[in-house]
């Protein structure tokens, strides 16, 4: 399949995911204001609404997955797509462990975002190159910035 077909249908699932996500994302995020409303906004609270915030961002990337491993069977590009969700999958991890780690050890909001920046900082690193990756095992691999410049040419057409 070419870029040409790739990029609708992508375009079409990213629309809905991002619907959805965001969605659930509010949805969450009321919980927990009422929650800090009620208990008081804390080191914990304040971690918690990062991590259901993140929450769309792990849904969005797994069908991105889903839609990726549909357009080129090459086993190359399969295991790259899998690494790039895992990658995510890590970092929503991260986060949760440095949520619990703020629920039982630490006091600070310096402390918690220093330990966040230590664990997401690594997978960041990891996450930059895929695209390119990705790209060099499928030459017709839609990558992020031409997902968002067809997200772009859409809003402007009528």
Avoid: C
Wanted: avoid cysteine; glycine fraction near 6%; aromatic fraction near 8%.
């Amino acid at each position: 399949m070419n870029k040409q077909e790739r990029l609708p249908k992508m375009v079409e699932q990213d629309l809905d995911a991002r619907g959805i996500s965001t969605l659930f994302g509010i949805i969450g995020l009321f919980l927990l204001l009422v929650v800090s409303v009620i208990k008081g906004v804390t080191v914990t609270t304040v971690a918690l609404s990062f991590l259901v915030a993140q929450l769309p961002m792990l849904y969005q990337a797994w069908r991105r997955m889903k839609l990726l491993r549909t357009f080129n069977e090459d086993e190359e590009y399969q295991r790259l797509v899998r690494r790039e969700f895992l990658i995510i999958v890590a970092m929503f991890g991260s986060l949760g462990v440095f949520t619990f780690l703020t629920w039982f050890m630490l006091d600070s909001m310096q402390e918690l975002l220093g330990v966040a920046l230590i664990g997401i900082i690594p997978l960041l690193i990891l996450y930059i190159p895929m695209d390119r990756k990705l790209r060099e095992a499928d030459p017709e691999h839609v990558t992020n910035r031409e997902l968002r410049q067809a997200h772009r040419k859409q809003k402007l057409s009528p």
